[in-house]
């Protein structure tokens, strides 16, 4: 049983430039939230995607988007990329049936990003 | 504003020594997770406490939730180098959106 996969795992961009990074949920769930950790800090949740829809967002400008597909997996886009974007971007996977509040949430290994 | 503050942020000790992370908010939280995050991996979970004043212990880790259901605490008893690794404490939102703290970088030395 896979758990959350994400890709590519690492990628060099320079500033301006626009990326996109994948996740494929874990089996069985169908809510993906996506997290930036920058260096030395906790991940902050940039959104959350449920039945296609972003249903949650948190602080993060409208250069950050989204997408998720009919077989739950999601993208990540961010355009008009700042040295600042650099970070890792986790993908987490849940299931509602679960429950939101105490549902577990099963991270991936993340995508490295570094913007020069 | 972080709404979770972690304390201390990083720790270095000896095998066999005990010790204690602080998770501390200004927020009720419907429940509080803990995480463990090794380098180049994801978080992990640990624990999810629910009830205020509730204890639950995971072999040499005690989890406490204050009653107020606004801070935490993580006591290792007898740690071990395996217990090396980034701490992240994580308050749960209705809807499954979680805040972390900055994380506790705790490193034992054999």
């Known amino acids: 049983d896979a758990g959350v996969t994400q890709s590519p795992t690492h990628l060099i961009k320079t500033r301006g430039q626009q990326v996109t990074l994948r996740c494929s949920p874990k089996?069985?769930?169908?809510?993906v939230s996506w997290y930036q950790q920058a260096l030395g800090q906790g991940p902050q949740f940039i959104f959350q995607?449920?039945?296609?829809?972003?249903?949650q967002r948190g602080n993060f400008p409208d250069r950050f988007s989204g997408h998720q597909f009919p077989n739950y997996s999601s993208e990540l886009n961010v355009n008009a990329l700042l040295l600042g974007d650099s970070a890792l971007y986790l993908c987490?996977?849940?299931?509602?049936?679960?429950?939101?509040?105490?549902?577990?949430?099963?991270f991936g290994e993340g995508s490295r990003l570094t913007v020069l | 504003t972080q709404l979770l503050e972690q304390s201390p942020q990083f720790l270095s000790i000896q095998e066999g020594e005990n010790l204690t992370v602080y998770c501390n908010s200004s927020?009720?939280?419907?429940?509080l997770q803990w995480y463990r995050q090794e380098p180049g991996e994801g978080p992990v979970l640990l624990v999810t406490?629910?009830?205020?004043?509730e204890v639950k212990k995971l072999k040499r880790l005690t989890f406490q939730f204050g009653d107020a259901r606004k801070d935490s605490s993580l006591h290792i008893t007898a740690a071990q180098p395996g217990d090396t690794g980034l701490y992240l404490c994580?308050?749960?939102?209705?809807?499954?959106?979680?805040?972390f703290g900055q994380g506790t970088e705790l490193s034992v030395k054999p």
């Open positions: 089996s069985g769930h169908d809510t």
């Open positions: 987490a996977s849940s299931s509602r049936l679960q429950g939101s509040d105490t549902g577990e949430l099963f």
């Open positions: 994580a308050g749960v939102f209705q809807g499954g959106k979680l805040i």
């Open positions: 927020s009720v939280f419907s429940s």
């Open positions: 406490v629910v009830t205020g004043g």
């Open positions: 995607y449920y039945e296609e829809e972003e249903r």
